[in-house]
């Protein structure tokens, strides 16, 4: 797993990490407009130096700053659903859905790479939005 640099002056190191990558955790802040406005060159981003077939989901983080809170929930679900990514809100200092986000894309990954001819596909999507219905969450 790779934390990579969100700061532009990164930007050359980043795509380096990204041409590689299995899956991305693509997160903004909640509480930061200009992280969630930048999400759309991001994927762009993706698009270009991203492998085709990278498992992609959307986090918006600090879900717990409900005081600072700029972005809509909604607002990152119309986005998501724009992209056809997956999407939730986390958070890192409660820990809601962190281990989620990891779980989802850990099993996504596992059924390309595992799929028996007869198995059912599974759909990323659908286990993020069933797990979120039985934890009641947000
Ligand atoms: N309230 C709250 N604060 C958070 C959360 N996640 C991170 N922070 C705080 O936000 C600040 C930035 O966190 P980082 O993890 O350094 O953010 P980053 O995006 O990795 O930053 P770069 O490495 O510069 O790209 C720190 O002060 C964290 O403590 C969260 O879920 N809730």
Redesign the pocket.
């Known amino acids: 797993i790779w ?1 990579t ?3 532009e002056r990164f930007r050359s190191v980043t795509h380096a990490y990204y041409r590689d990558a299995n899956a991305l955790l693509l ?1 903004y802040d909640v509480t930061n407009k200009a992280s969630f406005d930048n999400i759309r060159a991001w994927l762009t981003e993706i698009h270009e130096y991203a492998q085709q077939d990278v498992v992609v989901m959307l986090l918006g ?2 879900a ?2 409900t005081h600072n809170r700029v972005v809509k929930r909604e607002e990152g679900e119309k986005l998501a659903k724009e992209f056809g990514v997956p999407f939730m809100e ?4 409660s820990g809601l859905n962190v281990e989620l986000a990891f779980t989802a894309v850990a099993k996504e990954l596992k059924h390309r790479t595992m799929k028996e001819p007869d198995e059912p596909k599974f759909e990323l999507k659908e286990f993020v939005d069933r797990e979120m219905r039985t934890a009641g969450c947000c």
Not at 90 to 93: G, L, P, R
């Open positions: 934390d640099a969100g700061q997160l983080n600090k717990d700053s986390t958070s890192a200092k």
